[in-house]
């Protein structure tokens, strides 16, 4: 496996960079735009304000969305002691150091740092991380939710399509999501949310077509999961 490049990666909107392993830890950090990694476990995303954690050797891709200046720190140790993908809350400080290292990949001194902070870091969050189904009728209709964030259909309804029943649902979401569908579709909603936040569309816009019956519900909705309100969403 090749070595966790550090440096930085400037992406377009829609960019991507396929399917990788590297035989070290890495830090990827959107210091403009939004960035996701996608596993065989599912599909996890950071705006400005976050970054993602990728263990050595997991098999992973890019996507970028929206004009997105990514930087990348490789480890050769894991100062997070973490083993599986993570989202990552950035301060105002450990924007800058990540910055820092990023553009000067071989000053001891900021990478130390970095480490000692990483280190003293609080657990890490998961606000949109999308389970990947197994289940080929629970991935029907996830497939079908992603397809129209917006749409109002029911679990029944859903089940009816995909050919199951709801309970069937209910259970597969529990067992392979570990959530329940209103969890799973709201973080379906609030990643698509994302990426149209980072498009340039305005909240109003963004909430309706993301299914929320206004944007003050919609903004409740991600100030709840983030912690902050979308218009904070690309700045630490």
Not at 34 to 58: C, D, E, K, M, Y
Not at 68 to 90: C, H, K, M, S, Y
Not at 113 to 130: I, K, N, Q, T
């Amino acid at each position: 496996m090749p070595e966790a490049p550090t440096g930085t990666r400037p992406l377009p909107g829609g960019g991507e960079i396929d399917a990788h392993r590297h035989d070290d830890h890495q830090i990827a950090y959107p210091y403009e735009g939004v960035i996701s990694i996608t596993t065989g476990a599912g599909t996890w995303v950071a705006p400005g304000n976050r970054a993602l954690w990728i263990p050595a050797g997991t098999v992973h891709e890019h996507r970028a969305y929206g004009r997105t200046d990514l930087r990348l720190i490789g480890f050769t140790e894991n100062p997070l002691r973490l083993e599986r993908p993570a989202v990552l809350a950035v301060t105002p400080l450990l924007r800058e150091l990540i910055v820092a290292c990023s553009e000067e990949p071989g000053d001891p001194l900021l990478r130390a740092v970095l480490l000692d902070r990483l280190r003293r870091s609080p657990a890490p969050e998961h606000p949109v991380h999308l389970p990947a189904p197994r289940d080929p009728r629970l991935a029907a209709v996830c497939a079908m939710v992603r397809a129209d964030p917006a749409g109002d259909r029911t679990l029944p309804e859903l089940a009816a399509a995909a050919g199951t029943s709801d309970r069937t649902l209910a259970r597969l979401c529990r067992t392979e999501l570990g959530m329940t569908f209103p969890q799973w579709r709201t973080q379906t909603r609030l990643h698509h949310a994302l990426i149209l936040l980072a498009e340039g569309l305005q909240v109003t816009t963004v909430a309706h077509r993301c299914g929320w019956s206004s944007a003050s519900a919609f903004i409740d909705a991600f100030r709840h999961v983030f912690g902050h309100t979308p218009g904070r969403a690309f700045r630490s």
